[in-house]
């Protein structure tokens, strides 16, 4: 069972707008069990809708549109349908009442732009859109269905979560498809691939691996697709469990959990406050502690030092030890966790200090060298990196880095 | 001039990978002045591939591909390209040293995934890509070009910012194509474009402008199209000055300029230590002015104080006051400005508090309830937020208003 995707809109083609829709249809109808074979995005113009569709028509089963449906649109997406599918546009009558009384609800009247939006498809299903004035279009033609939804992303879910999703799910029953996921960190791709190929080998046919890279993290994902649930289900537990076994030193978690969510569930479990001292970083460390709701309960906070000054009055990093070592160096990361302790009351801190670029590198210390402690006030641990990214780059691979020393000291020592 | 992106990759068909490369590229090649005329995605699989490759080269005359370049993906991209364009993959010994060379600096060998990676389509010109180990691949056939880029962005950019799009460029030559743009902050689309309708409604037919929005900012773009480029430069200059004449109470700069850079020319300038004291932004603010390269030599630092502890120990809030009045108040964002400046030296520093969700609000502060003070240690300015975003989009609300703020009060004191 396939689908195809079809995102309609001048401001996708320019840049201007990142489509979400498709990847938030992708992972309902992958949860249906239905693959999604082409994704397509056409600016508001007949001629590309048209290839389009033709192209999905000969390659999937469900084909959806988003967008082109807008009062200000010009309702390509309609007529590129209607063309296609030997179909008439026609006055709804039903769909005149809706934007009526939605008009009236908010104060305002009908204007000539909503009128046209009520001509509909004749063969099409209307579906009701609680929260704008373009409902969905369910229309049937030679076998496929043709499902056409509003582009405002608010609109379409308002349409698909209570009604569409279900209806789909209702006319298509076929195979599953189950996913897991194992989150690492800390080692790349190449290096996993190849730790877990013999493992890999040894998947049935109705299984699949793909291995999904960020900054100094990886994301696997096993993939399950077949008739039988219960098998599927059990072939996903049982390769997840050997995968993640054979790598255990680089998981922190399974599913969606970041690897702030991972120290925080540890500093949770242990009852630990933990607190961070950034030079390099400049709070993004604080920033990924801190997008976790609910963070307060363990987090003490970040100083943030980015100036020597900071780093003696806050820190308590001598001013010798700066003067001798410099700000980067491991003496000084390994002080700027004791002060930071000493400054929060934590029981745990980070620090990093480092030269992010792309100015302030030096013969002995070129630009990337990043060092980082964890630790409590009596031991820490320490590395050395050698980055060649760029600034940005450069301060999140650290900040990744840095977590993922945090959970393994935590895990190690508190555990 | 026409280009067709498509996107490789099952991870992008199955919604857990977003695309950003192709708006990306779509704004760089539109500065260039070349449309976008379609946009693919495929999973990774040769036939889908080879359907968008024949779809694209009948509607546009660069063909870019990204993603399935990577050492553990199936090289479905240089196959599907090499059958498309009649052509054979071979061994390139300049990717292999490359590769080698990268491995080496990090510490690590060359695997036989490493090697596959080292055959490219015999008629492609690469393009280095100095994050990784797969080069842009340029090919000519029958009039089009078709260049395969890496998925991963920081690739896909480091490919296409220094080489890229300077050998697009120089391919194409035709009608030019400028863009001018105001930046603006603290004011929304629907004003702006209201007070500046009558200048807009003297654009001559060449001049077109667009608003693009983002968190509390809008940015103005001014692009004039026409085979006159002297012509063409003296209406954007004109008209630019103009719009922000009359908004220039909004406007903090020109270009691609970011709020941070503007604050951080302003302390610049007036030989300004900027300090923040974060509690709601959570080390974001911290972020934003630390990403602009240099910022150490007016950015003193950040104290995130998270918890009421780090407030009254490092801010010198008292806990009389957090008692009375509680942390997301005027009068603790007011002491926790008088604070930062104390700990660190600062003439001028920004202080947040407020409650960013989802939970820990009350019926006298809800969710969305943001104090912001900026100011010296004599004078402080506030505003009270109430915002009804999500939790990243409160503090990032917040931020870029906190910022704004700075701007201002920089301006009137100090200027």
């Keep these: 069972m396939n689908a195809a995707i079809i995102t309609i809109g001048d401001e996708l083609l320019n840049g201007q707008t990142i489509d979400t829709n498709s990847s938030w249809l992708a992972q309902e109808l992958n949860l249906l069990g239905i693959n999604i074979a082409l994704k397509f995005s056409c600016g ?13 028509s000969e390659r999937a089963d469900l084909i959806i549109t988003t967008g082109g449906l807008g009062p200000t649109k010009d309702d390509i997406t309609k007529k590129s349908i209607c063309d296609f599918l030997s179909d008439e546009l026609r006055f709804d009558q039903g769909t005149y ?9 908010r104060g305002r009247g009908m204007t000539e732009l909503h009128k046209n939006q009520c001509y509909m498809p004749g063969s099409a299903k209307l579906i009701a859109n609680s929260q704008g004035t373009a409902p969905g279009m369910w229309m049937e033609h030679e076998g496929k269905i043709y499902l056409a939804l509003p582009g405002v992303p608010r609109e379409m879910k308002a349409i698909m979560k209570p009604l569409g999703l279900g209806m789909i799910a209702n006319r298509f029953s076929g195979e599953y498809i189950i996913h897991s996921f194992i989150q690492t960190a800390g080692c790349g791709e190449t290096i996993i691939s190849e730790a877990i190929q013999p493992i890999v080998d040894r998947f049935p046919a109705s299984l699949s691996i793909a291995y999904l890279p960020s900054i100094a993290s990886v994301k696997l994902r096993i993939t399950a697709k077949g008739k039988d ?3 599927l289900q059990t072939w996903v537990k049982k390769f997840t469990d050997e995968i993640s076994f054979e ?21 949770l479990r242990y009852k630990i406050k933990l607190a961070t001292a950034e030079s390099c970083t400049g709070g993004l460390l604080a920033q990924l502690i801190t997008s976790i709701s609910g963070a307060s309960s363990y987090y003490q906070g970040s100083i943030v030092a980015y100036s020597n000054e900071l780093k003696m009055n806050l820190l308590r990093v001598p001013d010798d030890l700066l003067a001798l070592q410099g700000a980067v160096s491991e003496a000084v990361v390994k002080q700027m966790v004791r002060g930071a302790i000493a400054a929060t009351n934590a029981d745990v801190a980070i620090a ?21 402690a964890v630790g409590t006030r009596e031991t820490q641990e320490t590395v050395k990196l050698q980055l060649n990214k760029d600034r940005i780059g450069n301060v999140q691979y650290t900040a990744v880095t840095a977590l993922n020393m945090m959970r393994k000291f935590i895990e190690k020592n508190f555990a």
């Design 44 to 56: 508001d113009s007949q001629e590309p809708v048209r290839d389009a569709l033709q192209l999905s």
């Design 97 to 105: 009442d809706n934007i009526l009384a939605l008009l009236k609800s």
């Design 229 to 231: 649930f219960d098998i």
């Design 247 to 267: 790598i255990k030193e680089h998981v922190y978690g399974f599913g969606e959990l970041t690897l702030s969510e991972a120290v925080g569930q540890l500093c």
């Design 352 to 372: 990093t200090s480092g030269i992010a670029g792309p100015t302030g590198g030096s013969i002995d210390k070129p630009v990337g060298t990043i060092w980082i």
